[in-house]
């Protein structure tokens, strides 16, 4: 079973939102530990007890990894991966969202929202993210579920690495995963993957 979180919130109420990425690594605010904090007690309150714990380098997904873990008793340690690195939004990097709309335009961003569909200009590494995902998903099970947390644009490649996640996220209103909110991927009885929630907040 794997449990995908993306990190909790890096906005105060009120304040413009932009497209950080992987250039842009800012501290959870107040409210986004306070999301950490609630999913680690939702975690615990339904007995799981992660095997790993892999996280992106970012300040945001380290400190909500963190919290998580530490509602478990501090194990097991994270583990920083760079794959689950969120993406670059090049010329659009740290940019106010009224902005980037007017330079690419709405329905880039809905196909990437929708698709997976990269605007022109942003630095997406599709390939090293999808490997990684393949790799996680082919290893040998692990004694319980494993976490990991990353962000928005990074978390949506695990749909895109497996031929029946793929399949049935075309049934899915969006490929996007709210702040401290987490979806979880498993297999059925058949062993193929199946996507068990999507975008669940506690």
Request: with cysteine; glycine share 10%; hydrophobic share 45%.
């Amino acid at each position: 079973m794997f449990v995908i979180v993306r990190h909790g919130n890096t906005f105060a109420a009120g304040e413009p939102p932009r497209r950080i990425g992987a250039r842009t690594d800012l501290p959870l605010t107040g409210h986004g530990r306070a999301q950490v904090e609630a999913l680690g007690a939702h975690f615990a309150a339904l007995g799981w007890r992660f095997a790993r714990v892999l996280t992106s380098p970012l300040l945001r997904t380290r400190a909500t990894a963190q919290a998580i873990v530490a509602a478990q008793g501090g194990m097991p340690a994270p583990e920083t991966c760079d794959w689950l690195a969120e993406i670059d939004h090049g010329p659009d990097e740290n940019r106010e969202e009224a902005a980037v709309v007017a330079r690419i335009g709405h329905d880039a961003l809905a196909a990437w929202d929708a698709q997976a569909l990269p605007p022109p200009g942003w630095r997406i590494d599709a390939e090293r993210r999808l490997e990684g995902w393949r790799a996680l998903f082919a290893a040998p099970p692990a004694d319980g579920p494993i976490l990991l947390v990353t962000s928005n644009g990074a978390a949506r490649f695990a749909l895109l690495a497996d031929p029946a996640l793929r399949a049935a996220m075309r049934d899915m209103p969006g490929l996007k995963l709210p702040t401290g909110a987490y979806g979880l991927l498993r297999r059925d009885a058949g062993g193929q993957m199946e996507i068990a929630a999507w975008g669940v907040r506690p």
